[in-house]
């Protein structure tokens, strides 16, 4: 097995082999990252909070569409929402997702781009 690189930033300990139940969720995360739209979500979300019309005039999509991806990401455990007066305020769950999420765009980029890959 090739030794694994862990002097990359995003790196943040979870060294072991992954298990069937870890394998898994990793795969149903990749599944729900695979909608453009929710992944534009998240991208969104990974700057920080907000409310589902301030997501769909960043998005460009439909308020009810935005508000079945929050839901279906919620569902997943990808996002948390909280009240604030009479709007709800999602918000991104955790930094592993964050950089996987910035990282997938930002490989795309080179990919579009044609930009040099980094080592």
């Known amino acids: 097995m090739p030794e694994r690189d862990t002097s990359s930033p995003a790196h943040h300990g979870h060294q072991r082999s992954p298990n069937r139940a ?25 700057g920080g909070e907000a409310d589902v019309t301030g997501l769909a005039a960043a998005s460009g999509a439909a308020r009810p569409a935005v ?22 305020v999602y918000s991104m769950r955790d930094g592993h997702l964050r950089r996987l999420v910035t990282e997938a765009l930002s490989h795309a980029d080179h990919q579009v781009t044609g930009e040099p890959w980094h080592p």
Do not use: I
Request: net charge positive; hydrophobic share 50%.
């Open 22 to 46: 870890q394998l898994e969720t990793a795969t149903t995360v990749f599944a729900l990252l695979a909608d453009p739209t929710r992944l534009h979500l998240l991208w969104l979300l990974a």
């Open 67 to 88: 508000s079945q991806h929050l839901a279906k990401l919620r569902l997943a455990g990808l996002v948390q929402a909280r009240k604030d007066g009479r709007r709800m």
